[in-house]
Every structure is written in structure tokens, then in C-alpha cells.
């Protein structure tokens, strides 16, 4: 069974600076995505970014960006020029085949000004 | 206007009461998901269903039920066997998003909290 885990129950950042959430997987399938979702406060689940474990380019949108390490099965999330509204807990999750994602328990990121 | 409805935002119950939760998409969506959420748990999965009166046991499947009549809509009851249903709940959809990849994409949720 896929596994994913999420090592820092909690992390803060300074506004404008980088921070860097961990994320690590199991698998023995040779094809699968990698998500990164937000919770705000509101609780919405929101896309962050998305990473094909056939694309060696890392994924990156905007202030965010992915290392994604497929051998040591390692999938961080970069958040660079963190801002106020980034606060959220951070889910990273797993999907391969017809099986449905499975997702770490999250880590809460604050953003102190 | 596209999208999952989830209502109500939030909903009390006496415990020994079934109580079912409604889900509802208009993204013409074949795939549709119950998740739970608990403080330090994450998401688990409770039930999915691929298709209309078809359904799978999710991981946490126990004291929960689930029906697929149409292709809209996926209730959640949540029953009297179920030990400790006081928990946030999403619904979610499995459909092709901008850039032609499949994703999920969540509904507002649901607090339920049964006394």
C-alpha cells in the first residue's frame, strides 16, 4: 500500500522568506502523481501544484515550486517570498492507477509578519 | 456557475441519530470521493464511487453508508454504528482539470458534530 508522510507537524516562516515543507512516499509503482494541496483557515481544499513522476523537470507555479527526488521517493514543497495569505496547513498526496489519492497528515505553516 | 455543493456548512446531531450528508456536483464528474477529517490526521478516504450504483469501501468505511443513484450526487449517511462521527467532512470529484490532467477538486465540507 502507498504511504505518505509528512515529517514537520508545524513550521513558520518570516513574511517574504522561503520556506521549505517535507514530504516523503512509498511506493512500488513506476507511474504516479504528486500533489501539493492548501487548507486556509476557510478549511477549502486548494491545488497547489502537481508533479508527474515521468517528468524529471520539477514542477512550479509562481511562488511555489517542487524537489522532487523519485529515487529517494521525496517530494518537497519550496514557498518562496512567503506572504500572510500562504498560513494554511499543506497536504501533500499520492495518487497511482485507478487507486484514490492518499494524503499525509499535513503540516501547519504560519507566516509571521 | 460549475461546482461541488455541500450543505449544510454545519449540522448537529443527537448521538443514536443517523444524520446523511449531501454532495451534489455539476462538473459532470464520474468519480466522487467522502473524506474525513480529524485534528493530526489528515484526509482519510471513506467511500468512492467511480460510476453511478457503483461504490467502494474507503479506508475508514465502518458506521458510514453511501448510495450513487445519479451521477450528481453521492449522500453520506453517517449511522448510529459509527463511534465517534464529530469530524469536518469533504466530498470531492475526480475530473480533468485546465491543463488536461486528472485532479480532485473539493467541495466546502461539512461540520458535523454529534452530542
Known amino acids: 500500500a502507498q504511504t505518505v508522510t509528512q515529517s514537520q507537524p508545524e513550521m513558520s516562516v518570516q513574511e517574504a522568506e522561503t520556506v521549505t515543507l517535507s514530504c516523503t512516499y512509498d511506493t512500488s509503482e513506476s507511474n504516479y502523481y504528486l500533489f501539493w494541496y492548501k487548507q486556509p483557515p476557510s478549511r477549502q481544499m486548494i491545488l497547489v501544484i502537481r508533479?508527474?513522476?515521468?517528468?524529471?523537470q520539477n514542477a512550479t507555479e509562481n511562488r511555489f515550486s517542487v524537489n522532487f527526488q523519485k529515487a529517494a521517493k521525496s517530494f518537497s514543497l519550496k514557498i518562496s517570498d512567503s506572504q500572510l495569505g500562504d498560513t494554511a496547513m499543506y497536504f501533500c498526496?499520492?495518487?497511482?492507477?485507478?487507486?484514490?489519492?492518499?494524503f499525509g497528515k499535513g503540516t501547519r505553516l504560519s507566516v509571521i509578519a | 456557475d460549475g461546482g461541488i455543493t455541500q450543505s449544510p456548512k454545519y449540522l448537529f446531531r443527537k448521538e443514536g441519530q443517523n444524520v446523511t450528508l449531501s454532495c451534489e456536483q455539476n462538473?459532470?464528474?464520474?468519480?466522487m470521493y467522502w473524506y474525513r477529517q480529524d485534528p493530526g490526521q489528515g484526509l482519510r478516504l471513506i467511500y468512492y464511487?467511480?460510476?453511478?450504483?457503483?461504490?467502494q469501501k474507503g479506508d475508514i468505511a465502518e458506521g458510514y453508508s453511501v448510495s450513487r443513484e445519479k451521477k450528481e450526487s453521492f449522500p453520506l449517511t453517517v449511522t448510529s454504528a459509527q463511534k465517534n462521527p464529530t469530524a469536518f467532512y469533504l466530498c470531492?470529484?475526480?475530473?480533468?482539470?485546465?491543463?488536461?490532467?486528472?485532479?480532485?477538486?473539493f467541495g466546502p465540507g461539512t461540520r458535523l458534530t454529534v452530542t
Open positions: 464511487s467511480q460510476i453511478v450504483n457503483d461504490f
Open positions: 470531492a470529484t475526480e475530473g480533468r482539470g485546465d491543463q488536461g490532467y486528472y485532479e480532485q477538486y
Open positions: 498526496a499520492f495518487i497511482s492507477g485507478n487507486t484514490p489519492l492518499v
Open positions: 462538473l459532470n464528474h464520474d468519480a
Open positions: 508533479q508527474e513522476a515521468y517528468k524529471q
